[in-house]
């Protein structure tokens, strides 16, 4: 096919064509304006701590104790205004660099459904405790690798705090504070009504120490190797909920002393019918630095400036004050004796994260399928840290008939995580040493002079356990790879519209393998190995997790009147088992080979642990006109690993609700108001 454009036509065609231009150009291309202004409430008081964010991006700020905000957007932009307790507004820019919002009470989020301890559904009003429901458009609106840092400071009573260990570190929870002091303080993760397991490794030096926290062997390694949150893709969530305090989550028993997080993931597509999503996301993470070092008197000690071959400092900046035309002596190496700023920007890259997710979904009125396809890739601000998850996704729910359903889910995960930088250590720490670099040091010298004539680590400062940072990446390595299976299936059948039973089993099953040196050969603050052997430390370590959970629930809901009654009773059988393989090795007959047959002393361990737990439990509701609301739980709980005239161990709780707005109808002022 030819096409032939005539000459009169010309004209018009350039003319479109540079209004296409024109249009993409500056609609992509919009120039930012600071924006700034004031949030309140519908009574014109200010409100604090109300999240904005720029819609579509992950850039973003919250208002001060007086209400303010500043924040870059551009002319075309769509302002997100969020905040616990109150309607979210968008609000467009269009052009203005002054915006005040007045925001609602979302009253109606006290009416809402959500899903409580054990899966059960009820409505807010009628608890007699804290609970919050996160939608799934807040879990990805700042995508990050683990799910629960995008919800830092939009939950109240609960502190999110990502560690700055790399894309796959351990997201830190903490829901209404420390409950303990010596032991654990993370909250239960149930996910689809079913625990699954949140140990974090690598956070503690040492060997297990609890059932959350697993640490590493033979010191040099303090990396952060991550969490179960981790294997979550956050596009498979639809909603969560955290319950707070102990009434919350009394019915889950002493694992659940910190609270609870319940995640429900998707199983059809609500909208109906068949529908294909591509989602994509890309995420740049930027290095901050809030350094405030003195740039006036430079490295050395006492006031002298190192001027000879010997290593003197490295780490301080005690030396002489900076004059044009100094000098000093570094790595045997005359170099200008000048002021190095910010050496946390120049040694740490951009972290990118990118995800991809395809999604089939359908959905009928009798039930529906969801199946996602997940590809996570990312790389951390250290050079040589990469995080990589894929993940496979199948929820389904089917009404078989009018009284019989089931429904069910499957999440599978590969997980491979490279080199997660060390943390809260010296040996082979790239943080301790950045930070406490003495301010003349060139990075670019560390670089090239990381090795001495024989191969190893070159000594540049008189603490030697200091590694220098070069080195680390260049010689220290990590490879963690975890493969995870996790899911369940459960079925229901309506005995009467007011009564039901329920049967549910779910398994969560990890296998994790780790190799690493601990200590590199050459590591300067390693003692030198006996005759011929060269020093180092290599741990090689394979582990297995499995729990399953079975339990059962008979529910009943029935109305009396002005007085309503709802009971559930149930009961749990929880078994669960770890292995450890673990072999570490010291010192090695070929250089650079890290095996364990390569090594010259072998310390191996197995460490196996097993229990179980056996659970009766139930709950009662009783309500009143939909104003007062009295709710008792009691569980009793059965050890394996207890002495039997002790294993037994009851919980109970009782909280009241009372609805008094609903005595106040002929006031304007109030909408919802409860006392707990």
């Known amino acids: 096919m030819k096409l032939t454009l005539r000459s009169a036509a010309l004209p018009a065609l350039s003319k479109w064509l540079c209004l296409l231009f024109f249009t993409f150009f500056s609609s992509a291309f919009a120039f930012s304006q600071t924006v700034t202004g004031t949030v309140s409430d519908n009574a ?55 915006i005040n919002v007045t ?77 303990s002091i010596s032991g654990q303080n993370n909250p239960l993760i149930v996910i689809n009504g079913i625990p699954v397991d949140n140990t974090n490794f690598g956070t503690n030096p040492g060997n297990a120490a609890s059932d959350n ?110 004059q044009p035309g100094m000098t000093q002596n570094l790595f045997d190496t005359v170099v200008p004796y000048v002021i190095q700023p910010s050496h946390v920007g120049n040694f740490y890259r951009n972290g990118q994260n990118f995800t991809n997710t395809v999604t089939l979904s359908a ?66 720490s790239i943080p301790t040493t950045i930070a406490n670099l003495a301010n003349t040091m060139p990075l670019y010298l560390m670089d090239q002079k990381k090795y001495n004539a024989q191969g190893n680590e070159y000594i540049y400062s008189r603490f030697m356990n200091r590694t220098n940072p070069y080195w680390v990446l260049a010689e220290q390595f990590q490879n963690i790879v975890r493969d995870r299976l996790f899911g369940n299936i459960s079925m229901k059948y309506d005995l009467f519209s007011w009564l039901y039973i329920q049967g549910r089993i779910g398994q969560d099953y990890w296998s994790r393998d780790q190799d690493y040196n601990n200590f590199p050969t050459g590591h300067a603050s390693r003692a030198p190995a006996p005759a011929g052997f060269v020093n180092g430390l290599y741990t090689q370590e394979s582990r297995r997790f499995r729990e399953v959970n079975m339990d059962f629930l008979v529910a009943a809901n029935k109305q009396f009147g002005d007085f309503g009654v709802n009971v559930n009773f149930g009961g749990n059988q929880m078994k669960r088992r770890s292995d450890l393989n673990s072999v570490q090795v010291t010192d090695f007959v070929v250089r650079g080979l890290y095996t364990v047959q390569n090594g010259r002393a072998k310390d191996p361990l197995y460490d196996l642990s097993q229990r179980g737990v056996n659970s009766l439990y139930g709950s009662a509701e009783v309500s009143y006109k939909r104003f007062l609301y009295v709710n008792a739980t009691l569980r009793n709980d059965w050890f394996s690993t207890l002495a039997p005239e002790n294993r037994s161990i009851l919980y109970r709780s009782v909280s009241v609700g009372w609805v008094f707005s609903e005595h106040l109808k002929n006031q304007h002022w109030l909408d919802f108001a409860i006392l707990r």
């Open 44 to 98: 014109g008081r200010r409100v604090n701590a109300v999240t904005v964010t720029v819609k579509g991006t992950t850039n973003g700020t919250t208002t001060d104790s007086l209400g303010r905000f500043s924040i870059a957007a551009g002319a075309a932009d769509v302002l997100l205004f969020s905040s616990v307790g109150f309607v979210p507004q968008e609000i467009p820019v269009s052009g203005r660099t002054v």
């Open 103 to 179: 925001l609602l009470d979302d009253s109606k989020n006290l009416d809402a459904v959500i899903v409580t301890a054990l899966g059960i559904s009820r409505e807010a009003r009628r608890l007699g405790y804290a609970a919050t429901k996160v939608n799934s458009d807040e879990v990805t609106v700042n995508r990050t690798p683990n799910l629960m840092n995008a919800l830092q400071g939009k939950i109240a009573g609960v502190n999110i705090s990502g560690m700055g260990t790399g894309p796959a570190g351990t997201s830190k929870i903490r829901i209404r504070g420390q409950s």
């Open 213 to 322: 926290s697993i640490g590493v062997r033979g010191g040099g390694n303090t990396s952060d190797g991550g969490d179960g949150l981790n294997s979550i893709n956050p596009d498979d969530v639809e909603s969560m909920t955290i319950l707070k305090g102990a009434a919350a989550s009394a019915l889950y028993g002493s694992r659940a002393k910190d609270g609870v997080i319940m995640i429900t993931t998707k199983t059809k597509n609500k909208e109906g019918g068949i529908g294909v999503t591509y989602n994509m996301n890309y995420v740049l993470e930027q290095p901050l630095d809030f350094t405030d070092f003195q740039y006036i008197y430079g490295q050395g000690e006492n006031g002298v400036r190192p001027t000879s071959a010997n290593p003197t400092s490295g780490q301080w900046s005690f030396g002489e004050k900076v």
């Open 363 to 428: 959905g009928t009125e009798r039930g529906g399928i969801h199946l996602s396809l997940g590809n996570l890739d990312s790389k951390g601000v250290v050079e040589n840290n990469t995080y990589n998850r894929k993940t496979i996704n199948l929820g389904f729910t089917f009404d078989v008939t009018s009284k019989f359903s089931f429904s069910g889910n499957a999440n599978y995960s590969k997980e491979k995580n490279y080199n997660p930088p060390n943390i809260a250590n010296q040996d082979n």
